[in-house]
């Protein structure tokens, strides 16, 4: 071996020999050493906060509810009740709209209108005032496989609801322990009921309680949505006479505030003002069938429309195809965005002003 890599080698091990030295001594146990503060830097033990970043860790939703889109932690798996609202002057403010997962706005008699509120995800206390059937109302409900809430009917309504057997309330005729009166208001427009009575009395009726329909196609709500259309930030509907509801968009909160003949239109006991997420407008056959001015509407279709989502409006059309009036764009189902939709329905030929 030359001496010049001899000499090297023997300096190699001897580096190699201190450095395990040094390690050694301050570590002959093996085990991890820990610099514990000394306590009486610290009498009281405080423990001093990290200066971290704020995070909000949004949870995971394991299901939507059928009739909004909007993430819970339950499937809700209840029939929704459906209420029928009258919408006469003397009937106004209403109660629990605000509440309803989908609201369907028609005519009645004369020149106004009613709802049929549909409630599945919130359990308002106060719903009303409630009025009476009509067979479109009843074929509406029918679409959820809803429990159906009303006073009274016509008797193509009652019709309707023998022939499919449907699950009623009818406070007029028997069921009035599922309802009260309030003082403050006259007859007939002072009746009102709570999703909890209903619930109560769909028990005692031996009312089947689960749910066997479907809802609306949504939009997943965790993803941004763009939605081009024709700029509609206002809509004016106008139904009969003088009779218009109007919509305007808030685009901070990137839903509709309603009105009704330029009043906004608000919740009796809350006095929130209603909103709408989604509003479809569809044109559809109307047609009166007695002195009194009852109509036959045609809430089957087909038929056109239009779909108003975050300050623009598209052109549909509308069928009844899967068991629910179902909005299309091009002959594909059309989604909705999460939260509440607002359905008015109103004659062919009716006048839509949006801007």
Partial sequence: MNRTYGSLIIVIILVFSLILAGCGKGNESNNLVVDVPDETMNPNNDVEELDMPDRIIEPIMPFIN???GIGTMTEMKERPIAVIVENQAQARPQDGLHKADIVYEILA????????????SQTPD???????????????SHNFDALIVHAGWSQEGINYIVKHKLAHF?????????????????A?????????????????????E???????????????????????????????????????YDPILNRYNRSMIGEPHKDKTSSTQLTADNIMVLFTKHKIVDKIGRRHIDVSGPGSGYLIQRGQLRE???????GMITPYINGTEAELLPGQTW???????SKVEFQ
């Fill in 343 to 349: 359905v008015q329905i109103v004659p062919e030929g």
């Fill in 66 to 68: 059928p009739l909004t």
């Fill in 210 to 248: 689960e749910w066997n329909s479907i809802g609306p196609k949504f939009y997943d709500a965790t993803n941004s949505q763009t939605i081009t259309g024709q700029p509609a930030a206002s809509v004016k509907i106008h139904y009969i006479g003088k009779y218009h509801v109007g919509y305007e």
């Fill in 126 to 140: 106060v719903i009303g005032p409630v009025r009476s059937m009509r067979p479109y109302l009843a074929q509406l």
């Fill in 188 to 208: 007939p427009h002072n009746l009102y009921t709570s999703t909890k009575l209903i619930r109560e009395g769909a028990v005692k009726k031996k009312f089947r």
């Fill in 170 to 186: 009818d406070q007029v005729y028997g069921d009035d322990a599922y309802y009260w009166r309030d003082k403050s208001r006259k």
């Fill in 316 to 322: 549909i059309t509308w069928d009844n195809k899967k």
């Fill in 109 to 120: 008699e004369g020149d106004i209108t009613r709802f049929v509120a549909v409630f599945q």
